[in-house]
C-alpha cells in the first residue's frame, strides 16, 4: 500500500491514507480504512458496515446534498445497482449499458468515462442492461459485460487492457455482478438462468485474463450432484444456476461464499424432478483451485424464481450461547439462514416475512413446503428479498434487511426450450395491492425482528450500516433514509426522484468529511454533514 | 430516457414517411435533417462525435452503414428505419466532406518505434504501453493527417486536445502541482499530475489555478528530431491505424 504524502499534507489530514495501488493486503484491511472502499461490498465479510462515525443518530437529519453526477445512462425500470469503489480519492463506477467512470470522490467531476460499444442481440442482457461494479486490483480495474465478457480497464484512462469471453451471449448469457478479487484471482459469476443456460463460477489471472479455473453450478452427467436431476445429459447443459451477485471470502479458511440461482425453466418443474444442485445454494468454494467444499442448498427444486443471489454475510455471533463463525443469508424464500461457515451446517433458520411456503425447516435445513403456489399467495417471483445486499451491525448483532411482503399465483406452464429465447416456463400473478416492503432489523443469534420501518410498496433498496448507530436504506418511491439503527427511528429522509433499486450505499472518509454516496435511476449522488 | 423515447420515436416517424414516398436521395439535407442536431451541421461534431474523419480507417462505409441501421446501444444514437437508398445517401455525403484517408508513409516503421520509445513512450502510450500525461496514439493516425501528426509534434504548444491542457495549480500553502486538465467548473478543477495520479482541487484550497499557454511537451524542431526520424515515427503511428481486434465503438483512453 502507498501512502498518499501528498493528498495528506495539502489538507492536513495525515490520519488518512489513501490505496494507490490496489493490493490484497489492501482488501484484507478493507473497511479499517475508511478512506478506501476496495470491493463490492466494502471489505472481504459482505457486512456492509463502515466504523465511521460522523454521522450520527444525532446529527443525521442534517445530511445535505453536496452534488450528483448524471451519468446520461439507465436501466429502465431497473435501478443504479453498482457500488462505486474508493481509490485514491477517486470513485471507481460502472453504470447501465456498460457504461463507467472515474470521478473526484470530494465533487463528482469526471476524470474519464468508459462506454462499450454492444451489440445489438444481446440477449438477458438487453432486457436487463445492469451492472453492479468493478473489482481492483494493482492499476487495473475488472467489469463484467452485458454480450458475457470480462474486461480489464486501466485505472487512470479507463483504457481497456484485456478482453475475455465468459460465455456466449447469444443463448442467453450476460454478466452483471462485481468481480470479486481475491488473492491474485479474479472471481466472476455469469448471468442467465432466465434462459436454458448452464451457471458456473470462473477465476481469472489478472494480468492477461486468462481463466484459472471454472466451477459449473449444474454438474455434467455422473459428477456429484448429477443424481438430483433427472438421467438426461441434455437437461445438464441449460439447469440454470446463475452466480450474479459477488460472494463473501474468508481469508482464515481461505474459502469464497457465492450464492446460486435459479434452476431452468423458472417455473416449471415436470421436467427437471429432483433437487436440481447446485441451484438456489450456497457454495463454498477454495478459491485457489475452485473445488467445491460445501453447500447448502435453501430452495430444492425450485419453482418460483428464488435465485440464492444474495450477498453472503460472514460473522462471529453468539448462537445458543456459544461463539460461532457464521455465514448468513437473508433468502427470497423467505428464510433468513444462519450457517456454520467451516460445515455449512444450519444454526438457525427462520421465517423474515409472512411467507405461507414453508413455515419451518427441518433439522437438515429444508423447508417443510406446505404451498408451492399454484392455489394461493405465496411470495411473489422477486422473493421475500432480493439480490440488495443487507447490512451487519457486528456489536449490535443485528442484520438489516429490505424485506418484501407479497403475495402471488405461480402458473406453471411447459414451454419449449429455445437457445437464445427466456424460458420461464410459466407465469406469475401478483397481488399487488396487498404487497408492501420494509427495512427489518433481524437479531442475528436468534432471528426475531427487533424493528421494522414499513414502505409503501416491496422495495429494492440495499442497507448500509456504521459503527455509530446509523443505518442507510432506501424505497421504491425514491427515498434515501437513515435510521436509528438500535430503535429503527427515521432520522432523515432525502427524495431522489427514482426508485432506488438493487444499489446499496457506500461510505468513506475524505478530507475530514464523512461521505454517503448512492446510485439512483441515472444519477450517482453525494451526502454529508455541513461544513 | 425520454431523449432515446424520443429519438426512437423520431426514427419510427421518418420510416412510416419513407414508406409513403418514394425514398430521397438527397444525402446533405437527409443530414442535415436526421444527424446534424447531434453530430454539427459540418459533420465535425458537436453532442456526437465527429464523423469526418471515419474514412481514414477501412471499411468505413459498411460500418457507417451499420451503426445508422442498429444505432448505438445504450447511448442516444437510436436505431434507423429508413430505406437503404436514404441511409447510402447519408453516408455518400458523409464520405464527400471527410477528411482524406491519410497518404502514403516514407518513413521507416521500425526505425520510428525506436524513435517513439525514445522522445514519446515517457507520456504517449501505444497499445497498453507507456506514460500517461499525453494522449493515447495507439489510433491517432487514423483520426489525424500526417500533416496535424507534424505540426503537434513540431509545434506541441499550438493546440491542446481536450483533456489534456496544461495546468499549474498554486495551493494556499504554496506549493505548486502541474497536470494536465480532466475536467473544471467554478469550484473545483481534475487533473492528472505530474506523477500521473488523478486529483481533484476545490478552487477555494487554491491560490491560482493557471491554464498553461506552453505545453509539457516539448517542441520537437528539425534539431531535436530530423524530418527522416519524423517520417519513421509517422510510420511507425500508421501502423496502428486499423485495429481489427478493438471495438470500433469504444469510446476510452481519451481522457475524457
Not at chain 1, 470522490?105 to 438487453?126: C, E, H, I, Q, S
Not at chain 1, 448471468?191 to 484459472?212: H, M, N, Q, V, W
Not at chain 1, 450474479?244 to 479458511?253: I, L, R
Request: glycine share 12%; proline share 6%; net charge neutral.
Amino acid at each position: 500500500m502507498c501512502v498518499i504524502a501528498s493528498a495528506a499534507s495539502v489538507f492536513g489530514h495525515a490520519q488518512e491514507e489513501g490505496v494507490t495501488n490496489v493490493t490484497y493486503q489492501d482488501m484484507l484491511n478493507g473497511l479499517k480504512n475508511p478512506s478506501a472502499w476496495l470491493t463490492y461490498s466494502g471489505d472481504y465479510s459482505g457486512q456492509r458496515h463502515s466504523p465511521l462515525k460522523q454521522i450520527t443518530p444525532d446529527n443525521a437529519h442534517r445530511l445535505s446534498a453536496q452534488w450528483s453526477f448524471q451519468t446520461e445512462t439507465m436501466a429502465r425500470g431497473r435501478g443504479f445497482e453498482a457500488t462505486p469503489l474508493l481509490i485514491d480519492g477517486v470513485l471507481y463506477v460502472t453504470g447501465p449499458n456498460n457504461f463507467a467512470w472515474a470521478l473526484h470522490a470530494k465533487t463528482g467531476r469526471p476524470f474519464w468515462r468508459y462506454r462499450r460499444d454492444l451489440p445489438n442481440n444481446l440477449t438477458y442482457g438487453a432486457s436487463v442492461p445492469v451492472n453492479r461494479g468493478f473489482g481492483a486490483l494493482g492499476d487495473r480495474l475488472f467489469m463484467t459485460t452485458l454480450d458475457a465478457h470480462l474486461l480489464a480497464l486501466d485505472m487512470k484512462t479507463g483504457s481497456v487492457l484485456w478482453d475475455v469471453e465468459l460465455a456466449d451471449y447469444k443463448i442467453g448469457h450476460s454478466a452483471t455482478v462485481a468481480p470479486l478479487v481475491v488473492k491474485d484471482k479474479v472471481i466472476v459469476g455469469i448471468s442467465g438462468g432466465d434462459y436454458p443456460t448452464r451457471g458456473f463460477l470462473d477465476a481469472y489471472e489478472p494480468a492477461t485474463g486468462k481463466r484459472i479455473w471454472r466451477f459449473y453450478t449444474v454438474p455434467a452427467p455422473g459428477e456429484p450432484g448429477s443424481e438430483t436431476w433427472p438421467d438426461s445429459p441434455e437437461l445438464l447443459t441449460r439447469g440454470g444456476g446463475g452466480t450474479w451477485v459477488t460472494g463473501s471470502y474468508d481469508p482464515e479458511s481461505n474459502t469464497v461464499y457465492w450464492g446460486t440461482g435459479n434452476p431452468n425453466p423458472d417455473y416449471y418443474g415436470d421436467e427437471r424432478k429432483g433437487d436440481n444442485l447446485y441451484t438456489c445454494s450456497l457454495i463454498a468454494m477454495d478459491p485457489d483451485t475452485g473445488r467445491l467444499k460445501w453447500h447448502f442448498q435453501f430452495t430444492p427444486h425450485d419453482l418460483h424464481d428464488w435465485d440464492a443471489n444474495h450477498v453472503p454475510v460472514l460473522a462471529e455471533i453468539t448462537i445458543g450461547g456459544q461463539r460461532r463463525k457464521v455465514v448468513m443469508v437473508a433468502n427470497r424464500n423467505g428464510f433468513f439462514y444462519v450457517l456454520d461457515r467451516s460445515t455449512g451446517k444450519l444454526l438457525l433458520g427462520k421465517p423474515f416475512t409472512d411467507t405461507s411456503w414453508a413455515r419451518e425447516l427441518g433439522p437438515d435445513g429444508r423447508p417443510i413446503v406446505v404451498n408451492q403456489g399454484t392455489r394461493g399467495c405465496i411470495p411473489d417471483n422477486w422473493g421475500s428479498t432480493n439480490f440488495m445486499p443487507p447490512s451487519f451491525d457486528p456489536v449490535l448483532g443485528l442484520l438489516f434487511v429490505t424485506a418484501r411482503e407479497t403475495c402471488a399465483t405461480f402458473v406453471p406452464e411447459k414451454q419449449v426450450i429455445t437457445p437464445g429465447r427466456f424460458s420461464m416456463g410459466g407465469t406469475v400473478r401478483r397481488e399487488l395491492d396487498k404487497a408492501y416492503g420494509a427495512l427489518r432489523a433481524i437479531d442475528a443469534s436468534t432471528g426475531e425482528r427487533r424493528w421494522e420501518f414499513k414502505f409503501t410498496t416491496p422495495s429494492f433498496a440495499g442497507v448500509l450500516s456504521t459503527a455509530s448507530g446509523v443505518v442507510i436504506g432506501g424505497d421504491n418511491e425514491g427515498n434515501l433514509m437513515a435510521f436509528d439503527a438500535r430503535t429503527g427511528e427515521h432520522l432523515w429522509h432525502y427524495q431522489t426522484g427514482y426508485p432506488i433499486w438493487g444499489g446499496a450505499p457506500m461510505t468513506y472518509l475524505l478530507d475530514g468529511r464523512q461521505y454517503l454516496v448512492i446510485g439512483s435511476g441515472s444519477t450517482i449522488m453525494a451526502f454529508a454533514l455541513p461544513r | 430516457m425520454q431523449v432515446i423515447g424520443w429519438a426512437l420515436a423520431a426514427g419510427v416517424t421518418l420510416f412510416a414517411a419513407g414508406v409513403q414516398n418514394p425514398p430521397r436521395s438527397d444525402g446533405a439535407a437527409l443530414f442535415r435533417e436526421r444527424c446534424a442536431d447531434c453530430h454539427g451541421a459540418d459533420a465535425k461534431g458537436a453532442r456526437g462525435p465527429d464523423l469526418t474523419r471515419l474514412w481514414m480507417n477501412d471499411g468505413a462505409d459498411e460500418r457507417a452503414m451499420s451503426t445508422i441501421r442498429t444505432g448505438v446501444a445504450g447511448s442516444i444514437m437510436p436505431p434507423s428505419s429508413a430505406p437503404d437508398e436514404e441511409i447510402r445517401a447519408i453516408v455518400a455525403y458523409l464520405r464527400s466532406v471527410s477528411v482524406a484517408k491519410a497518404e502514403a508513409i516514407s518513413g521507416n516503421a521500425t526505425s520510428g518505434e525506436a524513435v517513439f520509445a525514445g522522445n514519446c513512450a515517457q507520456c504517449h502510450r501505444i497499445n497498453g504501453r507507456g506514460g500517461y500525461l499525453g494522449p493515447d496514439l495507439s489510433r491517432i493516425a487514423g483520426s489525424q493527417s500526417n500533416q496535424v501528426l507534424t505540426r503537434a509534434i513540431r509545434d506541441a504548444s499550438a493546440s491542446f486536445a481536450s483533456g489534456y491542457e496544461p495546468v499549474t495549480l498554486v495551493t494556499r500553502d504554496g506549493r505548486q502541482i502541474r497536470g494536465t486538465r480532466k475536467a473544471e467548473d467554478a469550484f473545483s478543477i481534475q487533473i492528472m499530475d505530474m506523477q500521473g495520479r488523478l486529483r481533484g482541487y476545490e478552487k477555494g484550497d487554491l491560490r491560482t489555478v493557471t491554464r498553461d499557454q506552453k505545453s509539457l511537451m516539448p517542441d520537437f524542431g528539425t534539431d531535436r528530431l530530423s524530418d527522416s526520424s519524423l517520417d519513421d515515427l509517422l510510420a511507425y503511428l500508421a501502423k496502428f491505424r486499423i485495429q481489427p481486434a478493438r471495438r470500433a465503438g469504444d469510446t476510452s483512453g481519451d481522457g475524457r
